[in-house]
């Protein structure tokens, strides 16, 4: 079984809809990580959480809310979807303690809003 | 600020050939690096990573990697790529901002094989 599964793996959803990507780890790590990629861009910092009580903003969180239900589980909304969130979405786990500690990526999920 | 540079968007190489993938990084004090691998349809999966020491490191799958701190560079290679090589490469660099470390990807360099 992976160790880090993303759900749904493909989404396809009209503007204006909200829509909710899980992620789940049996990893057991305490840090999960939302990114999105875009071609030519590489991957981009949404949301970030080092516990369930301890969430923070990355880079591109406008249009974006996360919730951590629990160590194990990390999701990411967008709350009014808009075309140009259409991309690939990643998430990724890593284990508390050094700073440059190996970030984990699930499969992702291939968003597109039409 | 900090930066990560893959200057090759696209790479197409022959199978058997050798492959090497640039990358460049901006950062003031001594840089944490990776290069991962994503195969279509995959997540990324490391390939290698730098953190102190010896500055030639190896990988998984036969991949190297050279840290040169006077070039700024930590360029990836393998002598002979294999067809199941074909997928898109990121180098990453760990900044370390409010006392956690920020993974900064590239944009990424594809690696297409030809028979």
Known sequence: ?114 | AQSVTQPDIHITVSEGASLELRCNYSYGATPYLFWYVQSPGQGLQLLLKYFSGDTLVQGIKGFEAEFKRSQSSFNLRKPSVHWSDAAEYFCAVVTLTDSWGKFQFGAGTQVVVTP
């Open chain 1, 1 to 114: 079984d992976a160790d880090v599964t993303q759900t749904p793996r493909n989404r396809i959803t009209k503007t204006g809809k909200r829509i909710m990507l899980e992620c789940s780890q049996t990893k057991g790590h305490d840090r999960m990580y939302w990114y999105r990629q875009d071609p030519g861009l590489g991957l981009r910092l949404i949301y970030y959480s080092f516990d369930v009580k301890d969430i923070n903003k990355g880079e591109i969180s406008d249009g974006y809310s996360v919730s951590r239900q629990a160590q194990a589980k990390f999701s990411l909304s967008l709350e009014s979807a808009i075309p140009n969130q259409t991309a690939l979405y990643f998430c990724a786990t890593s284990k508390q303690g050094v700073s440059y500690n190996e970030q984990f990526f699930g499969p992702g999920t291939r968003l597109t809003v039409l």
